[in-house]
């Protein structure tokens, strides 16, 4: 099937290469043309484990390019939308200036092909009540609207793409045109439904959004209920770890997302659980997500527990001190430092006086090129905390995990460490000589 895919961002391009790796013919539009040369080269413009060796095989067979030109998707079956949704300025509320500019970019070529109408599939993370807009739109060029989001996890985004856990289709309330934008979703996904057998969930459009930010929000509030748990053994002498596996073990809580550290960050869930929020109350329902606002205060208040912790344990004096910060990423496996806990402690000590050397084995080169005169950019973590006064582990890499403390422990002058993200074994950090200070641990 010939397929367009609108937008080649980190959704769009994972998914343009991985409809090319099920059999499609697929072309990505995007309009920066760096990133589409690039593109075109089998190169990938971001990290993420899979992705490169997927784009670069797809490319070389001739089932994969890309192109500035939306002329270039003329006789597309489907077009999927996969352009960003990022927070507006100043507002919680989504910025739809991308969602708008690829629907009215790709109006003008939808016609139908030979095996029928167009069908346009929307994958971006939109408020609820924008597919039934677009919707409009498209069928006033005789296309089909069905609305299929994305469930992607960075660092497990090609796998989630080829081999997800549920798939999720709005369909019109027009019966036929609901048949066939169903019919021809699953020529698509044809691998997934027949062979992999992938649950499919057919739902109206409203339900169809609404599922991907419910999901989120359900996250980022577990995520937040655990360190508000963190928040409060911290004040009693409790350990949230030995916490979280007790409630764990309960099916009904189950022991994912249940870690203790510095909280959220990239560019899903927070910006996410905010435009969620702004749509509740423009629907006149803000009541029903006002939790989300403790969610999201509690998420800032870890980024705030580790400054006030880096701040007590340099003596009250940061200015001048050297702290070596483990981690940009806002998480392992990806470069995104979107919204990234990490980098926000750092430039937040940095402008404390406190002179700041971050390392990170993806997003570490990308900053040593940005201009950042607060931040030196170190190549090991080892060289980030040769001499330092204090250590920070803010992104849970392997490399940072799989540290021996012994073998460090005569880098810095003092071997200070505070594991933001509970992933060391304070017992054998303490006993190789390290001072060590964990998330909601005694």
Same mark, same amino acid.
């Given at each position: 099937?010939?397929?367009?895919?609108?937008?080649?961002?980190?959704?769009?391009?994972?998914?343009?290469?991985?409809?090319?790796?099920?059999?499609?013919?697929?072309?990505?539009?995007?309009?920066?043309?760096?990133?589409?040369?690039?593109?075109?080269?089998?190169?990938?413009?971001?990290?993420?484990? /899979?992705?490169?060796?997927?784009?670069?095989?797809?490319v070389a067979a001739g089932r994969l390019r890309f192109s500035t030109?939306?002329?270039?998707?003329?006789?597309?079956?489907?077009?999927?939308?996969?352009? /960003?949704?990022?927070?507006?300025?100043?507002?919680?509320?989504?910025?739809?200036?991308?969602?708008?500019?690829?629907?009215?970019?790709?109006?003008?070529?939808?016609?139908?092909?030979?095996? /029928?109408?167009?069908?346009?599939?929307?994958?971006?993370?939109?408020?609820?009540?924008?597919?039934?807009?677009?919707?409009?739109?498209?069928?006033?060029?005789?296309?089909i609207l069905v609305w299929n989001p994305e469930f992607l996890r960075e660092g497990f985004a090609v796998q989630d793409t080829i081999s997800p856990d549920r798939m999720v289709y709005g369909l019109s309330r027009d019966e036929q045109a609901a048949d066939t934008g169903r019919a021809v979703l699953d020529e698509v996904y044809d691998d997934l439904i027949n062979r992999q057998q992938i649950p499919r969930l057919l739902t109206d459009y409203a339900t169809?959004?609404?599922?991907?930010?419910?999901?989120?929000?359900?996250?980022?509030?577990?995520?937040?209920?655990?360190?508000?748990?963190?928040?409060?053994?911290?004040?009693?002498?409790?350990?949230?770890?030995?916490?979280?596996?007790?409630?764990?073990?309960?099916?009904?809580?189950?022991?994912?997302?249940?870690?203790?550290?510095?909280?959220?960050?990239?560019?899903?869930?927070?910006?996410?659980?905010?435009?969620?929020?702004?749509?509740?109350?423009?629907?006149?329902?803000?009541e029903a997500l006002g939790f989300l606002r403790e969610v999201d205060s509690i998420n800032d208040r870890r980024r705030d527990h580790v400054i006030t912790l880096a701040t007590d344990l340099l003596d009250g004096k940061v200015a001048g001190k050297q702290v070596a910060v483990l981690g940009a990423a806002f998480k392992p496996d990806t470069d995104d430092m979107r919204n990234s806990p990490a980098l926000d402690i750092a430039a937040r000590?940095?402008?404390?006086?406190?002179?700041?050397?971050?390392?990170?084995?993806?997003?570490?080169?990308?900053?040593?090129?940005?201009?950042?005169?607060?931040?030196?950019?170190? /190549?090991?973590?080892?060289?980030?905390?040769?001499?330092?006064?204090?250590?920070?582990?803010?992104?849970e890499w392997r490399q940072f995990r799989d540290l021996d403390p012994a073998a460090v422990v005569g880098l810095p002058n003092r071997p200070v460490m505070i594991d933001g993200r509970n992933v060391l074994d304070p017992k054998q950090w303490r006993s190789a000589g390290w001072t060590y200070h964990g998330m909601g641990r005694p």
């Open positions: 099937m010939r397929i367009s895919v609108i937008g080649c961002g980190y959704l769009g391009a994972v998914h343009a290469a991985s409809m090319a790796e099920l059999g499609h013919d697929v072309v990505g539009i995007d309009v920066d043309e760096a990133k589409v040369a690039l593109l075109g080269q089998g190169k990938a413009p971001f990290h993420e484990p /899979g992705f490169e060796e997927l784009l670069e095989r797809n030109d939306f002329a270039d998707v003329a006789g597309a079956r489907v077009h999927f939308i996969g352009v /960003g949704t990022p927070q507006q300025e100043g507002s919680y509320a989504a910025d739809m200036s991308q969602v708008d500019g690829a629907v009215s970019a790709l109006l003008p070529h939808l016609a139908p092909t030979p095996e /029928g109408p167009p069908v346009v599939v929307g994958k971006s993370t939109v408020p609820v009540g924008t597919a039934s807009a677009v919707a409009e739109r498209v069928e006033s060029r005789g296309a169809a959004e609404l599922v991907k930010v419910a999901a989120n929000s359900f996250l980022a509030t577990k995520i937040s209920f655990i360190n508000a748990m963190a928040e409060l053994c911290e004040a009693t002498g409790a350990d949230v770890v030995q916490l979280a596996e007790a409630i764990g073990h309960d099916d009904r809580i189950g022991k994912k997302f249940l870690r203790a550290g510095v909280g959220f960050g990239g560019g899903c869930l927070p910006k996410d659980i905010r435009a969620f929020m702004a749509r509740a109350e423009e629907l006149g329902v803000d000590l940095a402008a404390k006086g406190a002179r700041i050397t971050v390392t990170d084995p993806q997003a570490g080169p990308i900053l040593a090129e940005q201009d950042r005169p607060d931040l030196t950019v170190a /190549g090991t973590a080892e060289e980030a905390m040769t001499g330092a006064d204090l250590v920070l582990l803010l992104t």
